[in-house]
């Protein structure tokens, strides 16, 4: 919640500051630029908001939790980020079509100063996210994260048009708006889909199952693995494994070796809210 509360101050000084600078150096990019960083003003609070409800703790109406709430904040991000840039889009072909009503200006040397800031502090709050996302293990954080990279780079797209413009050629401006767009189209598309995984009960990655295997098989009394199977919670995970130990243990030493697969798995995957362990008799020759 800090980091999300610094990120939103961050922005909107930002926003404020790049509009301002687009208008007074006649940069239609550098507007653009500016109404990104505004979105991600929104998408904050999203993240913030979803965050704080995925948080909740389980009830009867919910007993495996509220963590999919992320997932839908993190689809509402992604929905706010397409129309942003669509928007920004349509605007910047309107102008290189000439349909805009205005002629193409060459702006001034405030954009591209104000397009230098945006990168560095873009860039800078995209790992500083970041690494809070990876802390936590939340996806809609991670996805507010990839919103600063793509206004960076968007504000990368802005300083090659400014700096065409500036060279002569003021098509380079609204041509920069397009890039722009195409940027955070993508953006989008990647925060939806990750969304749309965890909703989906999409299993972890390969190497995330095979760490698992290895530390199942590592247990003692754990004499080989009949299945594993995983399935992505918003930010969390749950397992399903079947192991197979000696069938002439008794129930009480056969549910102490599952108790340390639980334990195991739960242990050194903090991601795993919740470990379901069954143990087969293991088939002799």
Not at 19 to 26: E, I, P, Q, S, T
Not at 107 to 113: D, R, T, W
Not at 191 to 205: L, P
Request: net charge negative; charged share 20%; with cysteine.
């Amino acid at each position: 919640m800090r980091v999300s509360t610094n990120s939103m101050i961050v922005n909107l000084v930002l926003s404020v500051f790049k509009v301002a600078a687009g208008f007074l150096a006649a940069s239609g990019a550098m507007i653009s630029d500016g109404i990104h960083s505004a979105s991600d003003v929104f998408s904050t609070i999203i993240v913030m908001v979803g965050y704080k409800l995925s948080a909740k703790d389980s009830d009867e109406n919910h007993p495996y939790g509220h963590e999919r709430i992320e997932c839908v904040a993190a689809v509402l991000l992604a929905m706010v980020l397409c129309v942003t840039g669509v928007f920004i889009g349509w605007s910047g072909i309107e102008k290189i079509l000439g349909r805009s009503g205005a002629a193409l200006e060459i702006p001034g040397k405030l954009a591209l100063i104000a397009a230098v800031i945006s990168i560095v502090v873009k860039e800078g709050m995209y790992h500083y996210t970041k690494r809070a996302a990876k802390k936590v293990n939340s996806g809609a954080m991670m996805a507010d994260a990839w919103h600063h990279r793509s206004d960076a780079l968007s504000s990368v797209g802005s300083l090659i048009g400014i700096g065409g413009a500036m060279l002569g050629y003021p098509v380079c401006d609204p041509i920069a708006s397009v890039i722009i767009c195409l940027f955070i189209i993508k953006a989008s598309y990647d925060i939806f889909k990750d969304a749309m995984d965890k909703m989906m009960d999409t299993a972890c990655d390969t190497e995330t199952m095979e760490r698992m295997k290895e530390v199942v098989s590592a247990q003692k009394g754990v004499l080989g693995i009949d299945s594993i199977q995983t399935r992505q919670f918003g930010a969390k995970a749950y397992v399903d494994v079947e192991i197979a130990a000696d069938g002439n243990l008794s129930l009480t030493a056969a549910h102490a070796i599952a108790e340390e697969v639980h334990h195991a798995i739960e242990t050194n995957f903090p991601e795993v809210k919740h470990c379901m362990v069954h143990v087969n008799p293991a088939v002799t020759a």
